[in-house]
């Protein structure tokens, strides 16, 4: 069997996060989220896997090519839309396939529910179905599949996981999946509802927090790097080679920190954190619940929480990130959120700076002492 993976799209709503890299190459547990797509196919005995490209395709190239699998790569040069995107593949597809976002965390036994079946979508509950493709079932069969709408009918939502076989080209009339699936219900072909047990799609970026907490659960231990034999370390833990934890650190996992690391004195890193490469945490600095990428330095007596903070950033000495709930603007919608700061690439704030739910672009700096509350801050900003 054959498998295609869509990881054309940017990822809108993610910003800044996307700016420099698709949404299927934003780092959680420290890889990117297409890596766990391709990891459920390859368990399933799935290799045969074709990715189609598009946004920034030369980062998830790059990726590709250093597995050590016969993935083909396919460019659909616009984004127009995900039907659009499996067009681009057509011409490679020999049979029955299965449809998969590159953007999508899927559990390994949820693609081995669907791989067998003929015409089928696996589906999961959400509480936000008008961001999805919502469906009415019938019997264990899809009875209808209506597209972000205003008004959701369930709670049921299509995952945008999908087995087709070459006669899903047919129906496709526009560029949306979602409409070509609608047309092969009209046609009378039944389309089965396979319910997932583990799938998670981050609509917003403080998604990602949910989807890192879900990955680290499966966080393999390895301490790699160098830890005082004054450190305290619980918990499920992966430390990265030649990182160093230094003492009184005490880290509560699941945790992950990447390569090169400098860690602490006197830091705490709670659970549900993931530290990318050549991250430095200076002392008496708390970091929880929170995404660090690589080559960012947090200074001395901070704290951060329920954060996802970008590469290459700088944050001063005694920076404060608190979770609080808020409303923002997202893609021209109001939208209900609740999380500590958003932080894209290259931001560089000052000392006493204090975050609560709030969206700071990427190459943004913030002049010290000062709050950021409930508000999306513009690429390239001075804040002073």
């Not at 999805?132 to 597209?147: A, H, K, P």
């Not at 833990?237 to 650190?249: F, L, S």
């Not at 990130?321 to 021209?332: A, D, K, Q, S, V």
Request: with cysteine; hydrophobic share 40%; aromatic share 6%.
């Amino acid at each position: 069997m054959q498998a295609v993976i869509l990881a054309a799209g940017e990822g809108k709503r993610v910003r800044p996060l996307t700016w420099s890299r698709p949404k299927s190459m934003i780092p959680v547990a420290n890889r990117p989220i297409i890596a766990y797509t391709i990891d459920a196919l390859v368990k399933n005995g799935i290799r045969d896997i074709i990715v189609v490209v598009g946004y920034r395709k030369e980062q998830v190239t790059r990726f590709l090519n250093q597995l050590d699998l016969p993935i083909e790569v396919v460019v659909q040069e616009k984004q127009l839309g995900t039907a659009h995107a499996l067009q681009q593949a057509e011409s490679r597809i020999t049979g029955d396939f299965l449809l998969l976002p590159g953007d999508n965390y899927i559990d390994t036994h949820s693609v081995a529910k669907i791989k067998d079946v003929k015409n089928a979508i696996l589906i999961k509950e959400h509480l936000s179905p008008s961001n999805f493709g919502v469906v009415s079932i019938q019997d264990g069969r899809v009875d209808s599949i209506v597209e972000k709408p205003a008004h959701a009918p369930s709670f049921l939502v299509s995952t945008g996981i999908y087995s087709l076989n070459r006669d899903f080209f047919r129906y496709v009339r526009g560029n949306n999946m979602t409409d070509a699936i609608a047309c092969m219900i009209e046609s009378g072909t039944i389309i089965n509802a396979i319910t997932a047990d583990d799938w998670q799609d981050a609509i917003y970026p403080w998604d990602l927090l949910i989807m890192n907490q879900r990955l680290l659960k499966h966080l393999p231990v390895a301490r790699e790097g160098t830890s005082s034999r004054h450190a305290t370390i619980n918990g499920p833990v992966h430390i990265g080679k030649g990182t160093t934890i230094g003492p009184n650190t005490v880290i509560s996992g699941p945790v992950i920190i990447g390569n090169n690391c400098t860690i602490g004195p006197n830091c705490v890193i709670l659970s549900d954190t993931s530290i990318g490469s050549r991250v430095t945490i200076e002392p008496m600095s708390l970091i929880g619940n929170t995404i660090v990428m690589d080559d960012t330095t947090i200074s001395s007596h901070s704290r951060i929480m329920d954060s996802v903070i970008g590469e290459r950033c700088t944050l001063a000495d005694h920076t404060s990130i608190y979770m609080t709930r808020g409303i923002l603007e997202i893609e021209g919608f109001p939208t209900l959120s609740e999380f500590g700061a958003i932080i894209g690439d290259n931001v560089k704030s000052g000392s006493f700076v204090r975050f609560k739910n709030c969206i700071i672009g990427n190459n943004v700096t913030l002049e010290g002492n000062r709050d950021v509350c409930s508000r999306v801050i513009p690429d390239n900003s001075l804040v002073i």
